[in-house]
Structure formats: structure tokens, C-alpha cells
């Protein structure tokens, strides 16, 4: 018999996602400090971050267009070095002045803010005293944090600490945040990071709490369930264990303040316990997250590490690039998964499975802040941009979306990535995820002409039927 759908909530938060530094451009204009971003060694062939989408000088186009879209929510991230350029000290009154402006506009359509608070872009001079290696820049981040309750906090309730914790903690090298030269122990190293951005993130939850009146804020990793490679028990034990490293470890700690009894026997072996002063875990039980937030693209499947297989040990946990870890896992490709042009597999039904596990295991309101589809869009003769493996990939996500809301999952929102065109984390231009398409290429900047794609005109129907009508007919 056909099960009738349950209705998505009515005040269900439709929106997409961008961050500072990859949409903005303007890196060193009107105050702004550099942030690690505009420092590090850019990937041949893909530009630099100074120019980005320009949102700087087209938010007001861009939330325009967001708005005709119906958009309820525009997930963004402030730049730390714009706000502060120091990362520490003075701020800038143009970057207040920004942020104020970006908020009013989005409020002025009905269209809230939800604010990361950090996507991977530290101020370089925090980077330089050691960055989130060093425990000071928890002092930082909560100042940080207080600036920008304190400016925005009237207006913009809906707050997310750290974009993607786990990425940093298990791909650092990649995302260009964290340099392992010369490191003797990488793990060690690592963790003591994640130490450090728990007890910040665990202060700043607490701290919206406090500045903030009816304001919400929670964490937003990575998140993505792990399949063992077969029924044999050993695969089983090495998803579980792949899944509390990846998954659970984030949430484990910013819900209850523990750490996850898993992860910590494996830091244990790899004699990489972390540092813990005196009180860090009073305050990382102190932190209390009012929903959970999670970027969804792909899954991983992992099998048990084969015994007679080598290994470098300084290899970061990446659970895409890297061969694993002896004794505990070993990334295997599923082959019932098709992939995108870049490699990463598609899994629609992973998603209904992933909002389920952290559903059962939280029991917190759940937003999607990211999911989405890379490629390389073609801009038509006629001035159109006909991405329909784009909505073809977001209408199989949103139909397991609402699966997991039959099963009884209690979500809060849906911001795929992203709302304009932006430079991708490693290949520029050429690899776009917007509902806008915007006019440039990776080193021809061209006129930044924003057009809308077919995925805008369908996207904007599914929201104005609340996620009832998913059909591409356009
Ligand atoms: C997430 C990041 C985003 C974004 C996205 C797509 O991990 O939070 O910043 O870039 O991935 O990744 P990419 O640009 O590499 O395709």
C-alpha cells in the first residue's frame, strides 16, 4: 500500500549555502586582514581568492535573486579577518558595516541569516602565532564570537560555530589549513586542534546562549553514514570505527561534552591523547547545541585493514584520498554508487540513512547545511544554463529527505551548496554547485553577470510547494 508523505514543517528553513571566502572576493579591501586562504600555495590552474564571485560588491543582486528564488534562509560565513584583521584587537568598522548591510538585506525579504562563524578561512596573523595549535586562539575565537553577537545578535539568530571540524581534523593538508612539515606526531597534532576548537566551539554555544535572546546555535561537521564493505563482522567492526572517527566524535562531543570512547582508545594507540587543562571538559559539557547541522555529499564504505598491506603513518584520516589505517579500516569503492565528474559517489538513500542515524542517536532538529552537485556548467548561446543533472541529483536528495521525515525525523531546514556560483575548494571555476550562474572564468573575470540556471527556476517551485512538487517539467 502507498504511504502517504508527511507534510515537510511549515516554517521548514529552504534556502543554499556560500562561505566568506570563497564568494566574496574584495580579500583585502576596506580593512580586511588575510586569512589563511588569501596565504596559502593555490592549486595550479585555479585562481586565487581575490576577486571570488564578488559578492562583496553583488550581495544586494545576489539576495535578490535568492529571494525570488523563495528562499527562507541564506546560509553564509563572516570572515574572521574581515571583522577583526588582526584576528585578535581592533575591528573593522567596514566589516561591521558589511555584515550589518548583508543582514538587513537578507532580512529585508523575509530571508533569515544563518551565519557560520568560521569556514576555513583563520586570519593568517592567528595562523602565524600557531594557530589552532595554539590554545590562545580559543581565547580569540570567543572574542571573536562576542563581536559578532554583540553587532549581529539583534538581528541574526540562527548561528553555526565551525564549518566541517572533522575535515579539518582529518584533511587539514588538503583544505590548505594545516601544514604537517616537520610535524613528528600529525595525529597528535591534530587532536590537540580538535581539543582546542571543541573547548571554543563549547564556549561560543554557550556565550549565543547568553548574548543572544531566542537565538539558536549548533555545530555543523561533515557527516556521512559508513557502510561496511561486506556482512563479514571484521567490516563491520571497521565502519563502526571509521563512523565514530568521522561522525560521531563531533557530535558526541558538542551534544554531551564527552569523547567518543572509540576515538579515544585510538588516539590512545597512536599516542596521541590530547592535552586537556583543567576545566576544558566542565566547559565542553557547558556547550549546548539547540539543533544539529551537517554537510551531506557522499558516503564511505570501509573494509577491515588487511594484514600484510603497507602503510604511511603520517597520512591524514581523509576518508576519500588516503589507504586507511592498519588495524582499524580501509577505504573500499561501492560499486552499487554511481560518481560525479570529480570521484565523489552518490548515495540519495545514504542520505535518508544518514539523517536517521543522527536522528536516533541525538534527537535534535536537523538542517542540511550543504549538499549539492559539482560540474562544469555550460553557458548557452541563448543565455541559458540547462544544469538538469544538477536538479536531477537535488530532487533524489530532497525525495530521501522526505523519506527520513516519514521515518520521523525532525527536520529543520535544507541549504544545498550553493546559492551562487563560487570558487570551489581545490579546482576554481571549472567545478560549479550554484543555483546562479556567475559570469567569470578561472583567470578571465569577464562582466560577474549573474544568470539564473534551469536548477533556480525548479528549485524555486519546490519551495514555493514546500517540497511537495519535485518534478522537472520546466
Ligand atoms: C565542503 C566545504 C565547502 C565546499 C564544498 C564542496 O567540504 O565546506 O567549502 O567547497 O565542500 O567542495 P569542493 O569545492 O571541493 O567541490
Known amino acids: 500500500m502507498a504511504k502517504k508523505h508527511r507534510d515537510f514543517p511549515a516554517d521548514f528553513l529552504w534556502g543554499a549555502s556560500t562561505s566568506a571566502y570563497q564568494v566574496e572576493g574584495a580579500s583585502l579591501e576596506d580593512g580586511k586582514g588575510p586569512s589563511v586562504q588569501d596565504i ?32 527562507k534562509t541564506y546560509r553564509f560565513s563572516i570572515s574572521w579577518s574581515r571583522l577583526i584583521p588582526e584576528g585578535t584587537g581592533a575591528v573593522n568598522p567596514k566589516g561591521i558595516e ?34 589552532w595549535g595554539n590554545r590562545d586562539t580559543i581565547d580569540a575565537f570567543v572574542n571573536f ?3 559578532m553577537f554583540e553587532n549581529f545578535g539583534d538581528r541574526a539568530k540562527l548561528w553555526l560555530t565551525i564549518n566541517e571540524q572533522n575535515m579539518l581534523t582529518l584533511a587539514g593538508p588538503i583544505i590548505g ?9 600529525v595525529i597528535k597534532e591534530l587532536y590537540q586542534q580538535n581539543h582546542y576548537m571543541m573547548v571554543a566551539q563549547a564556549k561560543a554555544m554557550a556565550l549565543c546562549h547568553e548574548m543572544v535572546p531566542g537565538g539558536k546555535i549548533g555545530p555543523a561537521p561533515n557527516i556521512s553514514c559508513v557502510y561496511p564493505a561486506s556482512c563479514n563482522p571484521a567490516d563491520i567492526t571497521a565502519a563502526e570505527t571509521f563512523s565514530a572517527i568521522r561522525n560521531w566524535f563531533y557530535f558526541d562531543m558538542a551534544t554531551a561534552g564527552i ?32 539543533f544539529l547541522a551537517f554537510n551531506y555529499y557522499s558516503t564511505a564504505t570501509v573494509a577491515a585493514f588487511p594484514e ?22 580501509k577505504p573500499v569503492p561501492n560499486k552499487n554508487l554511481l560518481k560525479t565528474e570529480w570521484g565523489w559517489e552518490i548515495d540519495p538513500i545514504g542520505f535518508r540513512n544518514t539523517l536517521n542515524q543522527v536522528y536516533s542517536r541525538y534527537r535534535l532538529p536537523i ?6 552537485l559539482g560540474a562544469h556548467d555550460k553557458l548557452e548561446e541563448d543565455g541559458t544554463i540547462r544544469d538538469d543533472y544538477r536538479i536531477e541529483y537535488l530532487q533524489r536528495h530532497i525525495e530521501q529527505m522526505q523519506l527520513a521525515i516519514d521515518d520521523g525525523v525532525q527536520m529543520m531546514g535544507y541549504c544545498p551548496w550553493s546559492a551562487v556560483d563560487l570558487i570551489s575548494t581545490h579546482e576554481g571555476f571549472d567545478k560549479r554547485y550554484g543555483f546562479i550562474y556567475v559570469n567569470r572564468g578561472n583567470f578571465d573575470l569577464k562582466d560577474l553577470r549573474r544568470i539564473p540556471k534551469k536548477s533556480f527556476y525548479w528549485y524555486k517551485k519546490v519551495i514555493a510547494t514546500n517540497g511537495k512538487d519535485l518534478e522537472n517539467n520546466l
Do not use: R
Open 40 to 71: 596559502k600555495v593555490i592549486p595550479e590552474g585555479t585562481p586565487d581568492f581575490k576577486v571570488a564571485s564578488d559578492q562583496y560588491h553583488h550581495y544586494k543582486e545576489d539576495i535578490k535573486l535568492m529571494a525570488e528564488m523563495g528562499f
Open 98 to 131: 558589511y555584515y550589518n548591510n548583508l543582514i538587513d538585506e537578507c532580512l529585508k525579504y523575509n530571508i533569515q541569516p544563518l551565519v557560520t562563524m568560521y569556514h576555513f578561512d583563520l586570519p593568517a596573523a592567528i595562523q602565524a602565532k600557531g594557530g
Open 145 to 147: 564570537a562576542k563581536v
Open 177 to 185: 589549513t594545516f601544514d604537517p612539515t616537520g610535524v613528528e606526531n
Open 259 to 290: 569523547y567518543n570512547h572509540q576515538v579515544w582508545s585510538y588516539l590512545e594507540a597512536h599516542d596521541a591523547l590530547p592535552e586537556i587543562a583543567p576545566g576544558d571538559m566542565e566547559i565542553l559539557a557547558s556547550g549546548h547545541p539547540d
Open 308 to 329: 600484510d598491506e603497507e602503510y604511511d603513518p603520517n597520512a591524514p584520516v581523509d576518508q576519500q584520498k588516503n589507504g586507511g589505517e592498519p588495524g582499524y579500516f
Open 367 to 372: 538542517i542540511i547545511t550543504e549538499n549539492g
